[in-house]
Nanobody, 124 residues
């Protein structure tokens, strides 16, 4: 069982930056692939980024955030991060982190554990 708690969301102007954090419970965090997803009002949940287990040597990004967002992990702190730069109005959404045992995926249904989400609002 893994519990995930996101933090770091808020209101930011377009062009600004935010860093989201997702703290995980448990002693096997390094064995979980981690993902970030988001859901905007009236839209379906969409993939944002994922990072592989252990050292996180493999990262994957949605085209819409590539070059602006960076996913990273600190296994000593049981935490995964999403650094978001050059934020755009269309980045406004609730952001969720998710955990999947060993295997990365860009598909939300592959992830067993989810956080409660943190709101990111980008204003003009």
């Amino acid at each position: 069982q893994v519990q995930l708690v996101e933090s770091g969301g808020g209101l930011v102007q377009a062009g600004g930056s935010l860093r989201l954090s997702c703290a995980a419970s448990g002693r096997t965090f390094s064995r979980y692939a981690m993902g970030w997803f988001r859901q905007a009002p009236g839209k379906e949940r969409e993939f944002v980024a994922t990072i592989s287990v252990s050292g996180g040597s493999t990262t994957t990004y949605a085209d819409s955030v590539k070059g602006r967002f960076t996913i990273s992990r600190d296994n000593a702190k049981n935490t995964v991060y999403l650094q978001m730069n050059s934020l755009k109005l269309e980045d406004t959404a609730v952001y969720y982190c998710a955990a999947n045992w060993l295997t990365t995926s860009t598909t939300g249904s592959a992830y067993k554990y989810w956080g409660q989400g943190t709101q990111v609002t980008v204003s003009s």
